[in-house]
Protein backbone atom coordinates (compact mmCIF):
# COMPACT_ATOMS: atom_id res chain seq x y z
CA UNK A 1 0.00 0.00 0.00
CA UNK A 2 1.41 3.20 -1.48
CA UNK A 3 0.65 6.77 0.86
CA UNK A 4 0.82 10.12 -0.31
CA UNK A 5 0.60 12.89 2.69
CA UNK A 6 -1.31 15.89 1.57
CA UNK A 7 -0.07 19.06 1.77
CA UNK A 8 -1.98 22.68 0.92
CA UNK A 9 -1.74 25.93 0.37
CA UNK A 10 -4.49 27.53 0.76
CA UNK A 11 -5.16 31.72 0.47
CA UNK A 12 -8.47 34.12 0.68
CA UNK A 13 -10.58 32.02 2.92
CA UNK A 14 -10.52 29.20 0.32
CA UNK A 15 -10.32 25.44 2.11
CA UNK A 16 -10.97 21.69 0.86
CA UNK A 17 -13.53 19.57 3.34
CA UNK A 18 -13.63 15.37 3.04
CA UNK A 19 -15.91 13.17 4.55
CA UNK A 20 -14.30 11.22 7.23
CA UNK A 21 -16.18 8.42 7.44
CA UNK A 22 -15.20 7.39 10.84
CA UNK A 23 -17.33 10.44 12.22
CA UNK A 24 -19.66 10.71 9.02
CA UNK A 25 -18.61 14.48 9.17
CA UNK A 26 -16.99 16.83 6.58
CA UNK A 27 -13.88 17.72 8.01
CA UNK A 28 -11.51 20.21 6.89
CA UNK A 29 -8.26 19.18 5.16
CA UNK A 30 -5.13 19.16 7.89
CA UNK A 31 -2.16 18.90 5.85
CA UNK A 32 -0.38 18.48 8.76
CA UNK A 33 -2.38 14.36 9.10
CA UNK A 34 -4.29 13.74 6.25
CA UNK A 35 -2.67 10.60 4.23
CA UNK A 36 -4.15 8.96 1.41
CA UNK A 37 -3.67 5.67 0.00
CA UNK A 38 -3.24 4.26 -3.68
CA UNK A 39 -1.96 0.75 -4.24
CA UNK A 40 0.72 -0.06 -6.16
CA UNK A 41 -0.02 0.08 -10.33
CA UNK A 42 -3.61 1.15 -9.50
CA UNK A 43 -5.69 4.26 -9.40
CA UNK A 44 -8.23 6.02 -6.73
CA UNK A 45 -10.78 8.59 -6.81
CA UNK A 46 -11.40 10.79 -3.76
CA UNK A 47 -14.11 13.26 -3.54
CA UNK A 48 -13.46 16.79 -1.91
CA UNK A 49 -15.17 19.72 -0.91
CA UNK A 50 -14.05 23.18 -2.40
CA UNK A 51 -15.62 25.56 0.40
CA UNK A 52 -14.91 29.01 1.82
CA UNK A 53 -15.56 32.52 0.57
CA UNK A 54 -16.45 31.31 -3.56
CA UNK A 55 -19.46 33.83 -4.01
CA UNK A 56 -16.53 36.59 -3.25
CA UNK A 57 -14.91 35.12 -6.27
CA UNK A 58 -16.00 37.10 -9.25
CA UNK A 59 -13.41 35.72 -11.94
CA UNK A 60 -11.70 32.49 -10.81
CA UNK A 61 -10.79 29.72 -8.56
CA UNK A 62 -8.03 27.23 -9.64
CA UNK A 63 -7.53 24.28 -7.63
CA UNK A 64 -4.43 22.71 -8.65
CA UNK A 65 -3.11 18.94 -7.29
CA UNK A 66 0.03 17.21 -7.90
CA UNK A 67 2.84 14.68 -6.49
CA UNK A 68 6.08 15.54 -5.66
CA UNK A 69 7.08 12.51 -7.43
CA UNK A 70 5.50 12.75 -11.03
CA UNK A 71 7.54 9.37 -12.76
CA UNK A 72 5.54 7.96 -9.11
CA UNK A 73 1.59 9.12 -9.26
CA UNK A 74 -0.11 11.14 -11.33
CA UNK A 75 -3.23 13.33 -10.67
CA UNK A 76 -5.96 14.83 -12.32
CA UNK A 77 -9.02 16.83 -11.17
CA UNK A 78 -12.79 17.25 -12.09
CA UNK A 79 -15.90 19.19 -10.41
CA UNK A 80 -17.41 16.56 -9.24
CA UNK A 81 -21.59 15.82 -9.76
CA UNK A 82 -22.00 12.45 -9.46
CA UNK A 83 -19.79 9.28 -8.56
CA UNK A 84 -17.34 10.02 -10.77
CA UNK A 85 -15.46 6.96 -12.36
CA UNK A 86 -12.00 6.45 -14.66
CA UNK A 87 -13.26 7.28 -18.27
CA UNK A 88 -14.59 10.67 -16.50
CA UNK A 89 -11.18 11.91 -15.81
CA UNK A 90 -10.21 11.01 -20.12
CA UNK A 91 -9.73 15.11 -20.84
CA UNK A 92 -8.95 16.36 -17.49
CA UNK A 93 -5.45 17.96 -16.13
CA UNK A 94 -4.24 18.00 -13.25
CA UNK A 95 -5.80 22.11 -12.76
CA UNK A 96 -9.17 22.86 -12.05
CA UNK A 97 -10.68 26.73 -12.92
CA UNK A 98 -13.67 27.55 -12.12
CA UNK A 99 -15.15 30.90 -13.39
CA UNK A 100 -17.56 33.07 -12.23
CA UNK A 101 -20.48 31.14 -14.33
CA UNK A 102 -19.56 27.91 -12.94
CA UNK A 103 -19.88 29.34 -9.18
CA UNK A 104 -23.18 31.18 -9.97
CA UNK A 105 -24.31 28.30 -11.25
CA UNK A 106 -24.07 26.42 -7.63
CA UNK A 107 -24.86 30.17 -5.83
CA UNK A 108 -23.42 27.81 -2.95
CA UNK A 109 -20.16 27.66 -0.98
CA UNK A 110 -19.40 24.28 -1.18
CA UNK A 111 -18.52 22.38 -4.68
CA UNK A 112 -17.25 18.82 -4.58
CA UNK A 113 -14.12 18.03 -6.72
CA UNK A 114 -12.79 14.58 -7.75
CA UNK A 115 -9.16 14.20 -7.46
CA UNK A 116 -7.64 10.70 -9.58
CA UNK A 117 -4.21 9.74 -8.54
CA UNK A 118 -2.56 6.96 -10.43
CA UNK A 119 0.33 5.18 -9.31
CA UNK A 120 2.75 4.39 -11.79
CA UNK A 121 4.68 1.62 -10.18
CA UNK A 122 5.15 -0.74 -7.43
CA UNK A 123 7.22 1.53 -4.84
CA UNK A 124 6.43 1.77 -1.63
CA UNK A 125 7.00 5.34 0.30
CA UNK A 126 5.05 8.63 1.72
CA UNK A 127 5.01 11.02 -1.07
CA UNK A 128 3.58 14.35 -0.83
CA UNK A 129 0.18 15.32 -2.29
CA UNK A 130 0.56 18.94 -3.34
CA UNK A 131 -3.01 21.03 -3.39
CA UNK A 132 -2.63 25.23 -4.36
CA UNK A 133 -5.56 26.71 -4.27
CA UNK A 134 -6.03 30.23 -5.67
CA UNK A 135 -8.68 32.73 -5.73
CA UNK A 136 -9.16 35.85 -8.08
CA UNK A 137 -11.15 38.84 -7.12
CA UNK A 138 -11.48 41.50 -10.45
CA UNK A 139 -14.49 43.55 -9.08
CA UNK A 140 -16.05 44.39 -5.96
CA UNK A 141 -19.66 43.72 -6.22
CA UNK A 142 -21.59 46.47 -4.07
CA UNK A 143 -24.89 46.09 -2.74
CA UNK A 144 -27.16 48.65 -0.90
CA UNK A 145 -26.11 48.64 2.75
CA UNK A 146 -23.16 46.41 2.12
CA UNK A 147 -20.16 46.69 0.45
CA UNK A 148 -17.04 44.63 0.11
CA UNK A 149 -19.17 41.35 -0.65
Known amino acids: M ?6 GTVSNN ?4 YFDPETETLKELDSSATYLTCKSYNFTIK ?18 VNSTDEDLYNCRVIKGSKASILSDFDNSTNE ?4 AQDLGVYYTNVIPVDILITSNSSTEK ?11 VDDVIEFPGNSNI
Do not use: D, K, W
Open 2 to 7: ETLEIT
Open 14 to 17: LGLL
Open 47 to 64: RFYLTGSLLNYTTTVTLS
Open 96 to 99: LVLS
Open 126 to 136: VLHLEIQLIGT
